[in-house]
């Protein structure tokens, strides 16, 4: 019924109401890491739950890197409770202190854990919104205890008590353009332009040997494909970030606390040197104009000086974004700048942490207004690039002990990290022997393989290498 000032509230009498909330299961978003790990969680409680999959398998956005290899040991990237549901099923744990690629994080984990769940694993079942059943973002009178509604993006609904979001950020990139605005012309030349870590070395190859490449972006993953470019003969490559200087990239170089992420920064700085990498400084992405079948990126920088550079292909390595579009009906309390909950930002600010001084957090600095909703994961750091995979796990824990009820667990949360981080020296030096040099990823776990003149190499992520 509408008044003179709007709408006016009408609570849901208990006979409208076609479910109770209680009686429905929690709702996870994503069948990656941490939402399989929320997953195990809730199956030890015996709640039930649904795992919505937006790909077609679990650990889909996995998948999409699997020649990347991590940059953490097993034993970091093995939740507790999915390793006590695996090993009751007679699963055996791969090398504790061996880095997986991503292929290897779903056949020899991720994989096995999905089946343990059967049919509460449902993949192709993309979510397009959520909100509360019969109520809308404005609506409060017996708001708590309507269902959540989720709708998929086939035209199904659900209903859920509530919704753990471990859906990630692979699906929204950052744009190329700076400023965080869309390069004028980026739409039109998107063919031309391929997201952080392509499989430069292998399944890609074709897409980049002998083109000019132009790679955009200062974090370790632009620097793992800037060393990959540079093992193939006769193409030229460029790299451009906005910085007067590539220092933050290059790193600490033989000081550094991890051997591996130094010999990256090393090896690049030679290339760049000995000019096999043409380094573009003080580059603020402005526009992309077709030219052919190349593209010419503009450069524009706050005081209006332009420079521009042509090339075949673009990487833009360029991070990663969250959307909350889905979660627009809900009521969230997220931080100005990072995109997180205001409780958390302080926290993870990478301003002032990297991802092994981030303390322990759980529900309630991952709580929203609107209750019974959690984003967890690297989802729940917005554009903070210190996630890692065990705090995820330790978020998943904390939020289903608070789903059941007993939030003595869920705020005795715990996290014991090397203060670099999950980041191995010694282990990566063993694997160099077997694999080649490590590298590392910036903005995650993530690193991609880095074939030298005798092996393949390895290499990880993560804001701490």
């Known amino acids: 019924m509408s008044g003179c000032c709007g709408p006016t509230a009408v ?15 929690v709702a996870v978003v994503g069948a990656g890491p941490v939402g399989l790990a929320a997953a195990a969680h809730l199956a030890e409680r015996g709640l039930d739950f649904v795992v919505l999959e937006a790909g077609e398998q679990a650990g ?45 994080l779903i056949d020899d984990y991720l994989a096995p854990l999905a089946k343990l769940f059967g049919d509460r694993i449902r993949t192709g079942a993309k979510v397009s919104a959520i909100s509360r059943l019969g109520y809308d973002r404005v609506r409060t009178a017996g708001r708590e205890r309507a269902p959540f509604l989720i709708r998929l993006a086939g035209g199904g609904e659900l209903h859920a008590r509530a919704v753990v979001d471990a859906s990630g950020t692979y699906a929204t990139p950052n744009v190329l353009g700076a400023s965080g605005l869309p390069a ?40 793992t494909t800037l060393l990959a470019l540079a093992q193939l003969d006769d193409t030229p490559i460029t790299w451009a970030i906005r910085a007067g200087d590539a ?23 030679a290339h760049v040197t000995s000019g096999r990498i043409r380094l573009l400084t003080g580059f603020f992405t402005h526009a992309v104009e077709r030219d052919g079948a190349r593209a010419r ?13 042509t090339a075949d292909r673009i990487v833009a390595a360029t991070g990663y974004r969250p959307d909350h579009a889905i979660a627009s009906e809900l009521r969230l309390d997220l931080d100005a700048v990072l995109g997180s909950t205001r409780a958390l930002a302080p926290l993870i600010d990478p301003n002032a942490h990297s991802c092994g001084t981030v303390p322990p957090h759980g529900a309630d600095e991952l709580a929203h207004p609107e209750d019974g909703y959690y984003a967890v994961g690297v989802k729940s750091y917005g554009r903070a690039p210190t996630f890692l995979l065990a705090t995820g796990y330790e978020q998943a824990r904390s939020v289903v002990a608070a789903l ?49 003149a005798t092996a393949g190499a390895s290499q990880g992520g993560g804001c701490c290498g």
Do not use: M
């Not at 870590?197 to 132009?214: E, M, Q, S």
């Not at 600490?252 to 591996?260: H, I, K, M, R, S």
């Not at 014991?416 to 040099?437: H, I, K, N």
């Open 404 to 452: 059941a009820g007993d939030w003595e667990a869920a705020r005795d949360v715990r996290l014991d990290l090397p203060e670099t981080g999950v980041c191995s020296s010694s282990l990566a030096e063993a694997q160099e022997q077997r694999l080649g040099l490590a590298t590392g990823i910036s903005g995650g776990l993530l690193g991609s393989p880095l074939p030298l």
């Open 11 to 25: 609570e849901l009498q208990p006979s409208a109401q076609a479910v109770r909330s209680d009686d429905l299961p």
């Open 184 to 223: 004028h012309g980026e739409a039109g030349a998107a063919d031309l332009v391929d997201h952080a870590l392509p499989d430069v070395l292998g399944a890609d190859r074709d897409r980049y040997a002998g083109k000019h490449v132009l790679v955009v972006g200062a974090g370790h993953s632009a620097a």
């Open 247 to 269: 220092g933050r990239t290059y790193g600490g170089g033989e000081a550094d606390a991890l051997p591996a992420r130094g010999a990256l920064g090393t090896r690049l700085h």
């Open 60 to 104: 889909a956005s996995v998948a999409q890197w699997g020649h990347v290899r991590v940059f953490s040991p097993w034993k970091y990237n093995i939740d507790p409770a999915a390793r006590r549901l695996l090993e009751a099923d007679g699963w055996s744990a791969p090398d504790p202190e061996w880095l997986p690629t991503g292929a290897e």
């Open 297 to 309: 990126v503009i450069s524009r920088d706050p005081s209006g000086a332009e420079q521009a550079v």
